[in-house]
């Protein structure tokens, strides 16, 4: 297939591409840094400034990754701003031009994530589950709102709600293993909030596996099948480094220090993957210490 990715130079888009490469698919990466894409995702990758340099071209499926960095600094208007921008608007930029097309790919997979269901508490969480209505959920039903208008073009539209991706070098890992290296490390406030992980392989295979099921639609929770609570988190990721994990960040450090985005940080859901189990998808790494194990001694 010839294949167009957002977001291809992202930590879970270079291994996408990667795999697709692999398996004999053509690709092409809309990104603000063409010239970067050979290198970052592959030699035979093409990157394009500007969507109607494929105008001419046969697209056969769409894999909408993109969007700036939730966690990365405070929800400041301005930063809110950039989040709404780099998701909702440049899917609305992307749905907008498929509809242009006359032949239109069949198939349309786009990022969201689990904050689409706000804070979960302990309650199991399933595609079937309702939301709390905050700030994560309102920028993720947007974004998944203009990824699903795909589909009024009669193409299938898959929406990837992601957890915390696992990687080696990169992603939110990558800033816990220095104080944790330090004995820094421990539970966040009373770390009872659940932490949906899964780990790049995983997502990766399961982009490849909605890319080929004809019969996948809607939202699929892109986590693996055993959540754990944040306490749980830190001790196995203590126990992985061989390291105590005895000091715990305080909530109202936090809330000081971050704002509103110290929920991101404080709150969770024990989101589990129902429906690609009922589809059929097999975990690689379905517990997190084998997880940890094999990002951090990649």
């Given at each position: 297939?010839?294949?167009?990715l957002t977001g291809g130079t992202g930590l879970i888009g270079r291994a996408l591409?990667?795999?697709?490469?692999?398996?004999?698919?053509?690709?092409?990466?809309w990104s603000r840094r063409p010239d970067q894409v050979p290198t970052l995702c592959g030699a035979q990758v093409q990157g394009i400034a500007s969507l109607q340099q494929l105008d001419q071209q046969t697209v056969d499926a769409v894999i909408n990754l993109a969007g700036a960095p939730i966690a990365d600094r405070?929800?400041?208007?301005?930063?809110?701003?950039?989040?709404?921008?780099?998701?909702?608007?440049?899917?609305?930029?992307l749905?907008?031009?498929?509809?242009?097309q006359e032949h239109k790919p069949k198939v349309l997979i786009s990022g969201s994530a689990v904050g689409w269901y706000g804070d979960g508490g302990d309650v199991l969480i399933t595609e079937q589950s309702p939301p709390s209505l905050e700030y994560t959920h309102t920028l993720c039903d947007a974004w998944e709102a203009a990824a699903r208008?795909?589909?009024?073009?009669?193409?299938r539209v898959c929406l990837l709600r992601t957890g915390l991706v696992l990687a080696p070098n990169g992603g939110f890992l990558s800033r816990l293993l220095l104080p944790f290296k330090l004995c820094?490390?421990?539970?966040?406030?009373?770390?009872?909030?659940?932490?949906?992980?899964?780990h790049r392989d995983d997502m990766v295979g399961i982009i490849v596996q909605l890319l080929l099921n004809p019969d996948a639609q809607g939202p699929f929770n892109a986590v693996a099948p055993n959540?754990?609570?944040?306490?749980?988190?830190?001790?196995?990721?203590?126990?992985?480094?061989?390291r105590p994990t005895i000091?715990?960040?305080?909530?109202?450090?936090?809330?000081?220090g971050l704002g509103e985005m110290s929920r991101l940080l404080l709150t969770g859901q024990r989101a589990v993957p129902e429906k690609m189990l009922e589809q059929g998808y097999q975990f690689k790494f379905s517990e997190l210490e084998t997880a940890l194990n094999d990002v951090i001694n990649h």
């Open positions: 297939m010839h294949i167009l591409c990667k795999r697709l490469v692999a398996e004999g698919h053509q690709l092409t990466v405070p929800w400041t208007a301005k930063r809110k701003a950039v989040l709404w921008a780099s998701r909702v608007g440049l899917t609305e930029q749905v907008e031009w498929l509809g242009q208008r795909a589909g009024s073009y009669g193409i820094l490390g421990g539970p966040i406030g009373k770390g009872q909030h659940y932490m949906p992980w899964v959540p754990v609570s944040n306490r749980e988190f830190a001790r196995t990721l203590g126990k992985v480094l061989k000091l715990p960040l305080p909530a109202p450090v936090l809330k000081l």
